[in-house]
Nanobody
């Protein structure tokens, strides 16, 4: 089974920085396609494709960056210049090509359990 696990959430002061990590693991993974970060499983924050192309929401451009370590199957969200309105649970969503049988594969979508970011003085 595929597991998506977020980490790095914390309490930080306005103007501070955090790095979130999203780890994707499983013994039936063939490949991992797009990985995205969402707030509250509702608002897309950033996405990165398997080839490294990225997209950032307008409300985080210039402050957040997304990167990916394909060897480790980890995606990072570097969050700088944090604002109180960035406070939210951040969720990772991964589109994964998994083995479903001896010679069959399918692309399935997985969500992590979220990590909480609180920006407050």
């Amino acid at each position: 089974q595929v597991r998506v696990v977020e980490s790095g959430g914390d309490l930080v002061q306005p103007g501070g920085s955090l790095t979130l990590a999203c780890s994707v693991s499983g013994n039936n993974i063939y490949s991992i396609y797009d990985i995205a970060w969402f707030r509250e499983q509702r608002d897309m924050v950033a996405t990165i494709t398997d080839t490294g192309s990225t997209e950032l929401a307008d409300f985080v451009k210039g402050r957040f960056t997304i990167s990916r370590d394909n060897a480790k199957n980890i995606v990072y969200l570097q969050m700088n210049s944090l604002k109180p309105e960035d406070t939210a649970a951040y969720y990772c969503r991964a589109d994964v090509n998994v083995w479903t049988g001896a010679s069959a594969r399918a692309v399935q979508r997985y969500w992590g359990q979220g990590t909480r970011v609180t920006v407050s003085s």
